[in-house]
């Protein structure tokens, strides 16, 4: 089974605009969201996509 067009993570620093129905990483700051996106990024082999200043996406295209 491939995944493809998915979301694989959402990263957020605010716990209140976290989505359900996919695993999320609540991060402290900006700084922890990118170091932990990029990581997200490699292991998923997935891209982060920045979606506002609190939330990123990792998706599988």
């Given at each position: 089974?491939?995944?493809?067009?998915?979301?694989?993570?959402?990263?957020?620093?605010?716990?209140?605009?976290?989505?359900?129905?996919?695993?999320?990483f609540h991060?402290?700051?900006?700084?922890?969201?990118?170091?932990?996106?990029?990581?997200?990024?490699?292991?998923?082999?997935?891209?982060?996509?920045s979606?506002?200043?609190?939330?990123?996406?990792?998706?599988?295209?």
């Amino acid at each position: 089974m491939t995944l493809e067009k998915y979301i694989l993570a959402v990263l957020t620093t605010n716990p209140k605009k976290a989505p359900s129905g996919t695993t999320v990483f609540h991060c402290e700051d900006r700084m922890e969201m990118e170091g932990i996106a990029a990581n997200l990024e490699a292991i998923l082999d997935g891209i982060a996509h920045s979606i506002t200043e609190e939330i990123y996406v990792i998706v599988k295209h």
